[in-house]
């Protein structure tokens, strides 16, 4: 048997200034042919886990393509073609199944729902293709990735730690399909809610409930899988939103009945899913009379692991306003900063602009950058692995990176956006978090997976930014209408 292997991600914010370019995935890193295998075997990824399930049956695997990148905008015709097309040439070579780790929310240039228009091409070439496919818990789920593909399956965790499970999970019942032991049929649905990602996590509610109906709901007869997605508001794409999916062993009526019942508890439970603001200058006050830390402080509104610039000095400004000591900042991307650090050298003072140097027309913002005085503390390349429990083994690539000690705070500056969602951000930089009295993370929920065994208490601190969760501050065009909370409906 040969079997296709591949992974082609992005989770696209369409508020973003930041294209998806070519140079953009390069940054995560894109891996063809053996190189994309030798990348992620061995890893905690669902790539990872369709490569043991292959080879534990004796299969041929051919790995195509293994590409993710930071969230950003829109990917741009040149990367979605390459991605795409290094996929569909080895499908036009021969496979008997495909299992492929996409994400759900990637949006190009030359389509809104990128993972359903890839999945669609293949069937083209071969209708009758076996195809497994886990997504994302923020996937916006579509008829074209459903109709398209055999079975189909999402994480149950935010911050994302199952996505090795996930992958076996439906790996094997693909497999098991084509062995005859199982015939795989999926019934999806959604409610007309864009829930907001900051109410997402799967240790909170309302989202802890929906989790805990699915893994109820794979212990029921016939049940291969049930997955509750939260999906991407800042993806402006008509099927933006909660979605449900659930695949039985050819029982329809029992996949129907389970999504209905997962799907009314989502929209039982909407208004939970919208996030509540408080004053900046009132959460960092809050913070400053906490006694024990380590406190982490959340700059939320931008959060580069959800398409944010990562550069906005709104919240650092404020702690530097307010003075709060013994504070650990990660990360802010500014890569002018770190070469003017770099030729100043280690031990030496400088005076930077720091931040502030990309505006977001989408949300009326500039740049503002935040003048600001320390000593260059470390210089690095910005590789590191992770051995947390999320990318668990793998690589990362800050760009050049340094720290910047005011005094105060030790700042992380990076070349390349990267979500903090592993204390390596800060440890492969020679910092120790657990011993900080603050930590700043520029995060929503990701962060959870490296740092919430530290933390002794956590605010959200509301600041600017294109991963804000002020809807009032979006304009949306092209999701469908009407939709809660941009208009107040009472029935699904």
């Known amino acids: 048997m040969r079997i296709l292997i591949a992974m082609m991600k992005h989770e696209t914010n369409t508020f973003?200034?930041?294209?998806?370019?070519?140079?953009?995935?390069?940054?995560?890193?894109?891996?063809f042919g053996e190189d994309a295998r030798a990348a992620y075997e061995g890893t905690a990824m669902p790539m990872g886990a369709y490569i043991e399930l292959a080879k534990s049956i004796g299969a041929e695997i051919v790995t195509p393509v293994a590409a993710e990148a930071?969230?950003?905008?829109?990917?741009?015709?040149?990367?979605?073609?390459?991605?795409?097309?290094?996929?569909?040439?080895?499908?036009?070579?021969?496979?008997?199944?495909?299992?492929?780790?996409?994400?759900?929310?990637?949006?190009?240039?030359?389509?809104?729902?990128?993972?359903?228009?890839?999945?669609?091409r293949i069937r083209e070439i071969d209708p009758d293709l076996p195809i497994a496919v886990t997504l994302d818990l923020h996937c916006n789920l579509t008829e074209k990735m459903v109709s398209n593909c055999t079975t189909l399956i999402g994480y149950k965790t935010y911050p994302h730690v199952d996505m090795y499970e996930v992958g076996t999970q439906i790996g094997q019942a693909l497999l098991d399909s084509l062995d005859g032991k199982v015939d795989p049929v999926m019934s999806w649905g959604n409610v007309p809610l864009l829930s907001q990602t900051l109410c997402q996590g799967t240790d909170d509610e309302p989202m802890a409930t929906l989790i805990r109906m699915c893994v109820e709901a794979e212990k029921e007869p016939g049940v291969l899988a049930a997955t509750a997605f939260g999906g991407f508001a800042l993806a402006d794409m008509p099927d933006s939103g909660n979605s449900v999916i659930i695949v039985t062993d050819g029982d329809k009526a029992k996949a129907?009945?389970?999504?209905?019942?997962?799907?009314?508890?989502?929209?039982?439970?909407?208004?939970d899913f919208i996030y509540k603001h408080a004053p900046l200058a009132d959460k960092i006050a809050e913070a400053k009379a906490i006694e024990e830390g380590?406190?982490?402080?959340?700059?939320?509104?931008d959060n580069c692991g959800s398409g944010a610039t990562q550069d906005v000095m709104t919240v650092i400004g404020e702690l530097h306003r307010q003075q709060l000591e013994d504070v650990a900042v990660g990360a802010v991307w500014d890569p002018v900063a770190v070469q003017e650090m770099q030729k100043a050298g280690i031990g030496n003072k400088?005076?930077?602009?720091?931040?502030?140097?990309?505006?977001?027309?989408?949300?009326?913002?500039?740049?503002?950058?935040?003048?600001?005085?320390?000593?260059?503390?470390?210089?690095?390349?910005?590789e590191w692995?992770?051995?947390?429990?999320?990318?668990?083994?793998?690589?990362?690539?800050?760009?050049?990176?340094?720290?910047?000690?005011?005094?105060?705070?030790?700042?992380?500056?990076?070349?390349?956006?990267?979500?903090?969602?592993d204390v390596g951000v800060f440890t492969s930089m020679g910092i120790q978090p657990e011993h900080k009295k603050y930590i700043v993370l520029k995060s929503r929920i990701h962060y959870r997976a490296g740092f919430a065994g530290l933390a002794k208490a956590t605010l959200t601190l509301d600041g600017k930014g294109v991963t804000t969760s002020d809807n009032n501050l979006l304009e949306y065009?092209?999701?469908?209408?009407?939709?809660?909370?941009?208009?107040?409906?009472?029935?699904?």
Do not use: C
């Open 350 to 382: 400088v005076t930077l602009k720091l931040g502030g140097k990309t505006d977001m027309p989408s949300i009326g913002e500039v740049g503002e950058p935040l003048e600001i005085t320390g000593t260059v503390k470390v210089l690095t390349n910005g």
């Open 70 to 120: 930071m969230p950003s905008g829109l990917v741009t015709e040149e990367a979605y073609e390459k991605l795409a097309g290094a996929i569909l040439d080895e499908v036009r070579n021969g496979v008997d199944a495909a299992m492929l780790d996409l994400h759900g929310a990637m949006v190009s240039e030359v389509t809104p729902d990128g993972e359903g228009t890839l999945l669609e």
């Open 294 to 301: 380590p406190v982490i402080l959340l700059d939320h509104a």
């Open 16 to 31: 973003s200034p930041i294209p998806a370019n070519w140079q953009r995935f390069e940054d995560w890193g894109v891996h």
């Open 477 to 492: 065009k092209n999701v469908r209408r009407p939709i809660y909370p941009l208009d107040l409906i009472n029935e699904a």
């Open 256 to 271: 129907d009945e389970v999504r209905d019942r997962i799907l009314a508890a989502a929209w039982d439970r909407r208004e």
């Open 385 to 421: 692995t992770v051995h947390g429990p999320m990318y668990t083994g793998v690589k990362v690539f800050m760009g050049p990176s340094a720290v910047l000690d005011t005094g105060r705070m030790e700042i992380v500056i990076v070349s390349n956006h990267h979500e903090p969602w």
